[in-house]
């Protein structure tokens, strides 16, 4: 069946194993993620008093979380999921990858490449990007034996 909605479709990979997926439509502002046995919609909308802040919504129209950019630095922010935070940094380069540290840039705990061409990075408005920031912080989110169920 096919929607009257573009939508793309993402993997978070490790070697062969999908991990992840996650499915952005940014005509409706939503995000589709599914790892394993957990499936999640989510829906992002601009925070209209704070420009660097985007709120995620779930499918019942709950706060779950929010994206904020840091104000001196348009590669670094933060994700909240469930009041957990999620520090991260974009590197711009040939293969842009998101970083998630917990308290020196210089150490992530995880790292993924975005696989998308580096004039399509964040721009603080609801890029493809910000759905991969948010749904790569949720995979985070989940207990370990969810993530490694997806792994099986």
């Not at 840091?70 to 999620?86: A, H, K, L, T, Y």
């Not at 603080?124 to 991969?132: F, G, K, V």
């Not at 948010?134 to 995979?139: G, K, L, T, V």
Request: proline share 7%; hydrophobic share 35%.
């Amino acid at each position: 069946m096919k929607s009257r909605y573009p939508s793309t479709v993402y993997a978070l990979q490790d070697n062969a194993y999908t991990l992840m997926t996650c499915t952005v439509n940014p005509l409706l502002k939503s995000l589709r993620a599914e790892c394993g046995d957990d499936r999640r919609n989510f829906f992002l909308e601009k925070e209209k008093m704070a420009r660097y802040e985007t709120i995620v919504r779930t499918e019942y129209g709950l706060i779950f979380g929010n994206l904020l950019f840091d104000r001196v630095s348009e590669n670094e922010g933060s994700v909240w999921i469930d009041n957990q935070p999620f520090r991260f940094r974009v590197e711009k380069s040939e293969q842009p990858t998101i970083h998630f540290f917990k308290s020196d840039p210089n150490q992530p705990f995880f790292s993924c490449d975005l696989g998308v061409p580096p004039n399509s990075l964040p721009d603080q408005e609801h890029s493809d990007e910000n759905y991969l920031l948010f749904a790569s912080a949720w995979f985070l989110s989940l207990p370990v034996g969810a993530r490694q169920l997806a792994h099986a």
